[in-house]
């Protein structure tokens, strides 16, 4: 690895205003996509993406449009969040605590705009963190299925806290269905004409494959509304 990065002395941070889809007032939290190993040209080292289910869906992984324009710059940041997390969880933790602690940009943060979770101490520290900042909303993107119904039966859900369910054809169908009546899960359905499960919502962020500029997270709310259940999402 390179010299100039030290994962124990890095400043981890929620990005802000980066992504033109999500608003002004929603940050986000990104890892690197996929399950392989890809070459990070600032780092000098190839680092395993975080998607352990990656295989439904790397072909048509919206994230390859980022790092495809932004090779240095979209890729970095996402790995060197995903090292941050398996090395120094603590140290990841504590920047974003006191950032969340002093920030008046945004009041709503995404988790895994790109990338996927890795174990259930990543879950538990996203839900600690709404815990200790309950004036900010969260809300997740996990095919982790089955570690997040372990987790969401086994531990109570901050009502600012939410998971959505990234259901790709049949996965994760009948993980959701498990947990589908708490108010704070969700399902976020992949739409390109095969599906199992009924949607209540449809995202419409997309005209097609196209971006809806006038549409954001920050306005549209679906994924982290008590009350949406299923939102399908057309392929981008």
Not at 1 to 23: A, D, E, R, V, W
């Amino acid at each position: 690895m390179s010299k100039k990065f030290n994962p124990h002395k890095y400043t981890y941070h929620f990005n802000i205003g980066k992504n033109i889809k999500l608003g002004d007032g929603v940050a986000s939290w990104s890892t690197l996509k996929g399950d392989e190993l890809l070459y990070i040209p600032r780092l000098n080292k190839r680092v395993r993406g975080t998607c352990r289910n990656s295989q439904f869906c790397t072909k048509d992984c919206y994230v390859n449009k980022s790092y495809n324009r932004y090779p240095k710059t979209a890729m970095y940041g996402h790995a060197v969040n995903a090292i941050g997390l398996r090395t120094c969880p603590a140290k990841v933790f504590q920047d974003l605590h006191r950032q969340l602690s002093v920030t008046r940009r945004f009041k709503v943060v995404r988790i895994n705009q790109s990338g996927d979770l890795e174990n259930m101490q990543e879950l538990e520290m996203w839900s600690l963190l709404a815990t200790l900042h309950p004036n900010f909303t969260f809300y997740i993107y996990t095919k982790q299925f089955n570690l997040a119904v372990e987790f969401i039966e086994n531990n109570p859900l901050p009502s600012n806290f939410h998971i959505n369910f990234s259901i790709w054809h049949e996965h994760g169908v009948n993980e959701y269905f498990r947990v589908a009546n708490y108010p704070n899960v969700h399902a976020f359905v992949y739409d390109d004409g095969e599906t199992y499960i009924d949607a209540t919502d449809y995202c419409r962020a997309y005209v097609g494959t196209k971006l809806n500029h006038k549409i954001t997270c920050e306005k549209c709310k679906k994924c982290y509304r008590p009350g949406v259940k299923v939102i399908y999402c057309s392929s981008h």
